[in-house]
């Protein structure tokens, strides 16, 4: 699986290229969007490309990646992003401009990519949300996750401590498997 494009009713999934560099700064810029994301909304197209080289480019060489740009099938321009970590935690993060909440497209676009990281044969995901961000709770479970235990963790780079609730998903057909590693910290 190495990021395949995904098309939903509504959208188009697919990678980011250089080109959208200027769609992903009205992304990562806005702080109400980035409020309850690890990093400090960004500043500039210069920390935009840098984000994208540091983020995406190497995900999109790897032989398995699952990293999406959100673009409504109408203009194919990105409004969001959407992936999966290949990392053992399989931690399943999106974001998305705000003039575009409240419509499903996350929780649209969070089936596709559910769908095809099980095709890929991913055994679980696992999600996390501050709990003081309760809609993204609310997509982790549209989207087929259930709630498994919350954690205190001192967030980086912002430095302040968060409780996170962490949802998992999974694939395998296995009911009892949790990922404790966030929970053993």
């Known amino acids: ?5 995904l098309e939903t ?20 810029r806005d702080e109400e969007v980035n409020q309850f994301l690890p990093w400090h909304p960004l500043k500039s197209l210069g920390e935009t490309e840098k984000f994208y080289q540091e983020r ?15 673009c409504l099938k109408e203009d194919n321009f990105p409004i969001g ?23 499903g497209i996350v929780t649209e676009a969070g089936g596709a990519v559910v769908e095809q990281v099980k095709k890929a044969g991913l055994p679980y995901i696992t999600a996390t949300h501050d709990r ?19 954690y ?7 430095d302040f401590p ?3 609730r962490m949802y ?12 404790k590693k966030y929970w053993n910290m």
Not at 1 to 5: E, S, Y
Not at 168 to 179: E, I, K, P, R, T
Request: with cysteine; net charge neutral.
């Open 56 to 70: 995406y480019a190497p995900q999109y060489e790897r032989p398995q990646g699952c990293a999406y740009a959100i």
């Open 81 to 103: 992003y959407i992936n999966v970590s290949m990392e053992e935690h399989h931690d399943f993060g999106y974001g998305l401009r705000k003039e575009f909440w409240h419509r």
């Open 152 to 158: 205190e963790e001192r967030w980086q780079p912002k």
């Open 132 to 150: 003081n961000n309760p809609r993204s709770g609310n997509v982790m479970r549209k989207v087929g996750m259930t709630y498994c235990y919350s």
């Open 9 to 28: 009713e509504r959208l188009l999934l697919r990678r980011f290229t250089e080109r959208d560099m200027e769609a992903l700064f009205l992304i990562l």
């Open 168 to 179: 998992q998903l999974n694939l395998d057909g296995s009911d009892n498997f949790v990922y």
């Open 1 to 5: 699986m190495n990021t395949p494009a």
């Open 162 to 164: 968060v409780i996170f």
